[in-house]
């Protein structure tokens, strides 16, 4: 089950640099899958009549929605993370235990994601906004477009200015962790074991039930519900340990270049390659003095080695994100009749990285020149992001461009390398 996994990891003062929160994920799905980054303003929703429609299923609607911008695969409605104009952010994770996972089409923990960030201010409001969901609505469905049929639980890391929280589940039983300080991560596996701050208030008694828990010993949840011996949990050879001691071994000086480095990292397998690969990742600085802005950097595109993290500032009037934004296919509803047919969902960044990718891979001075002109605009935006960081001063009507542009520009790097192929 591994492979179709992804990692998300949160660093909290003292271990980062600044008062800051880190967040960052890798999203990894099927390499021919589409990822986009896609913003949606405010909204206020007056006829609550309305249901609101979601991958699989319509569900109801809330007055006020946030402003949210996502890493989404372009053919499902919710997202793999993203963040609010509030400063949260939520990443999920594909995970399995001994509760069977349900073929019937429910909320599919992507929804999850999305319906937290846009009904939520806090870290913990949405954590309260996904388990009454998951009470209401449930969670399941397929989690691919097309081919395969792929379903599973959902883990998620919640975290804004002041705490993250670790939100585990199977089935409709769940359990979460509070994290005020210091490094976590999640993965492919449950993780939470005896440090409960939060649960479902029939958890125990349904694990005492099946037989998962003697009703004597201190209740672990990861030993309960999933088949892991947690004694050996951190000496595994897994994503979840490697990306645990990446995140260690920077404790106390993490940036958020540290957490790109280690969502880089391939020998650990957190930077995946093959069948299933990082078609994505995220990386957001969560200031605790509130006078600053949060600053959200998205790929959106696969294999982050590769690829340019552009940041992301909430400001009124935001610009639309065309160069990340897939061709919709609206008038056939593909996902509901299980269509054989795949569309092209391709955006023009993903278009351009794909086809640069192809020129460069046999040419190894055309891929060290434009891998060099990608981490030269890169630092230039770090450099950018830091200065408004240190000096609290933001250019709102740069900032409502600054993500188009910085794709444009990474376009245009890959549209330079092209240029040069089909001229010689």
């Not at 600085?285 to 696969?302: A, E, K």
């Amino acid at each position: 089950m591994e492979p179709f996994s992804c990692d998300t990891f949160v660093a909290l003062p003292p271990a980062t640099v600044d008062n800051r929160i880190i967040f960052g994920k890798n999203s990894d799905r099927l390499c021919d899958e589409v990822q986009e980054v896609v913003y949606f303003p405010a909204a206020v929703h007056d006829n609550l009549g309305e249901c609101l429609k979601c991958t699989y299923i319509e569900i109801d609607q809330v007055p006020e929605t946030y402003a949210v911008v996502l890493s989404r695969p372009a053919w499902l409605w919710g997202a793999e993370m993203g963040a609010n104009e509030h400063g949260v952010c939520i990443g999920n994770e594909a995970v399995w235990g001994r509760e069977e996972v349900c073929d019937e089409e429910a909320l599919l923990g992507m929804d999850l994601v999305r319906l937290g960030l846009e009904r939520a201010d806090t870290a913990e409001k949405a954590l309260n906004v996904i388990v009454d969901l998951l009470e209401k609505y449930g969670q399941g469905g397929n989690c691919t477009e097309g081919r395969m049929v792929f379903s599973y639980h959902n883990s998620f890391l919640i975290a804004d200015r002041n705490e993250a929280w670790i939100l585990e589940t199977a089935g409709k039983y769940w359990a979460a962790e509070k994290v005020q300080e210091g490094v976590r991560n999640i993965s492919n596996q449950l993780s939470i074991t005896t440090k409960i701050a939060r649960e479902h208030p029939d958890m125990r008694n349904y694990a005492k039930r099946k037989g998962w828990w003697d009703g004597k010993k201190e209740f672990d949840f990861a030993a309960a519900y999933s088949y892991l011996d947690t004694a050996k949990m951190m000496t595994s050879s897994g994503r979840y340990c490697e990306g645990y001691k990446l995140l260690n071994k920077h404790k106390g000086n993490v940036t958020f270049e540290t957490m790109m480095e280690i969502l880089r990292d391939k020998p650990s397998g957190i930077n995946m390659e093959g069948e299933f690969l990082t078609t994505a990742s995220m990386v957001s600085i969560l200031p605790q003095d509130s006078s600053l802005p949060c600053v959200h950097f998205f790929t959106g595109t696969p294999d982050p080695e590769r690829s340019v993290f552009k940041p992301f500032i909430f400001v009124p009037h935001i610009s639309q994100l065309l160069d990340t934004s897939s061709p919709t296919f609206e008038l056939e509803d593909l996902v509901k009749k299980k269509s054989h047919f795949k569309p092209d969902r391709r955006h023009p960044l993903y278009q351009k990285h794909q086809q640069a990718l192809e020129v460069v891979n046999n040419n190894e001075e055309k891929a060290k020149i434009m891998l060099d002109n990608m981490r030269k605009l890169e630092k230039e935006l770090f450099r950018e992001m830091e200065s408004i960081l240190q000096n609290k001063h933001l250019d709102v009507e740069k900032i409502v461009n600054l993500f188009p542009q910085c794709t444009k520009d990474e376009i245009q790097i890959y549209q330079s390398n092209l240029s040069v192929k089909f001229s010689s």
